[in-house]
């Protein structure tokens, strides 16, 4: 498209600045909520079950970003040389870059492409990637985060072809409860609701507000029990999340491994054992093997216990984009 700012009515024109140049910008992080709503001035998207990625291109190769910043193109090449066929040399868009089980997006499916540092072993993995394209944060030299939402995603439609791997993620205006429990029925995470006439301001925003289908969340790694019988690696995980600076214990994960996973993140976690717990709570598990709180793993449950513990947890993967100190219990 050779003009794509023909769509910012007038009105919005003071919004528009010229950009800095880079291909990162800081996403905004949505906000868990209990309260299922509608209105007009709110878009509701389905929430995926990926990682974030932000991706740039500032006259050179595109680049891709995890949300704490640390480069991710080499794990998504195909995703790299779409961008690169779109033709355009200076964007920054933000989205979810998922894989999928059968019709469901799964990030314990995306596990095998997450870490990966070739090109090479990423495609050889097998495991289709897909880029679900939600935001524009830059296009032509031009910042376009001071526009409400609704403009910039009419933007977004019209700078770029979606063709697979890269996807338009698709919303509804208006009637968010219908869309929420619609959601559930088919097995999604959830939705993302978000306020349509507000722009895009980088970190946490209750301008974009969580409803989670299902019960699930990082946290962090803070020791393991011993195997027992004929099982290899680790018994279970003991993990955590940060309070005032404190990491406050969660729980034991038992399940979610498969054989390679109980081996390799055994390994993982040899290298960054300690002799005390990192956990500002008395951990009831003689013999526990305490480890530096470094590792992120997403956990699905049920529920959390009156006494602050994870009901039926179950490992998910682990996750490289995101600092163990920010993760808190989600409420």
Known sequence: MSDPLRLVDESEQAELRR???GTWHEPVLAT????????????????????RVIAGCDGDRPVLWSRNRKRVDAAYPE???????????????????VAFEGDRTSFARLQKRIHLTDPAAARRTGVAVFYYVFDLIAFGGVDLTGLPLRTRKRLLRECF????????????????????????????????????????????????LKFKCVTDQEFVIGGFTDPKGSRAGFGALLVGYYREGRLRYA????????????????????????????????????????????????VGFTEWTEDGRLRHPRFSGLRNDKRPEDVIRES
């Open 79 to 97: 995703v790299v040389d779409a961008l690169v066929a779109q033709g355009a040399d200076r964007f920054v868009i933000d989205g979810e870059m």
């Open 32 to 51: 868990l909520t209990g309260h299922r709503f509608s209105g007009p001035d709110w878009l509701f998207e389905r929430k995926l079950d990926g990682v």
């Open 161 to 208: 072809e979606f063709t697979d791997p890269l996807r338009f993620s698709a919303h509804r205006v208006g009637n968010g409860e219908e869309f929420f429990r619609e959601a559930c029925r088919r097995g999604w995470e959830g939705l993302i609701a978000k306020r349509a006439d507000r722009p895009y301001r980088g970190g946490r925003s209750r301008d974009w």
């Open 251 to 298: 729980g034991k994960v038992g399940t979610g491994y498969d054989e390679r996973t109980l081996r390799d993140l055994r390994a993982e976690l040899d290298g960054l054992a300690r002799d005390t717990s990192p956990f500002a709570d008395e951990v009831p598990e003689p013999g526990a093997h305490w480890v530096s709180p470094e590792l992120v793993a997403q």
């Open 19 to 21: 950009w800095r140049g």
